[in-house]
């Protein structure tokens, strides 16, 4: 019996666990959310943090970028999301230095 009660409060708390952090993926504001994504994407060039290649079949192709982050609107209201792309960095073959960058889609992780 008491086996039982043991087994039946573990239950309990776990689905209040479960609760609870669906709770908090859910109830962010927008600078908590974009500060989540920055993790992993940057909002420029300054701080690339993760790179990507790009894979549209274009002359950019298999160019490698960084993951940034910027805002689209997702409809009527003023609703916003985050969006993540891939920023392929060019630079001036002769000199090296950074000439510009574009955006690339789709794309997919450089493996470290």
Known sequence: M???ISIALMAFALSGLVLLQTEQA????????????GKSAAK?????????????????NNSVGYLRQFHE???PGG????????????????TGEFSGQTTCDPWELLPK
């Open 44 to 60: 420029s060039l300054d701080a690339p943090k993760v790179l990507c290649v790009c894979k549209d079949g274009t002359s950019h």
């Open 79 to 94: 609703q916003i999301e985050v969006t993540v792309t891939c920023e392929v960095v060019v630079f001036v073959e002769s």
């Open 73 to 75: 609107n997702s409809g």
């Open 2 to 4: 008491q086996r039982r």
């Open 26 to 37: 859910h109830s962010t504001d927008l600078s908590g959310f974009e500060k989540r994504v």
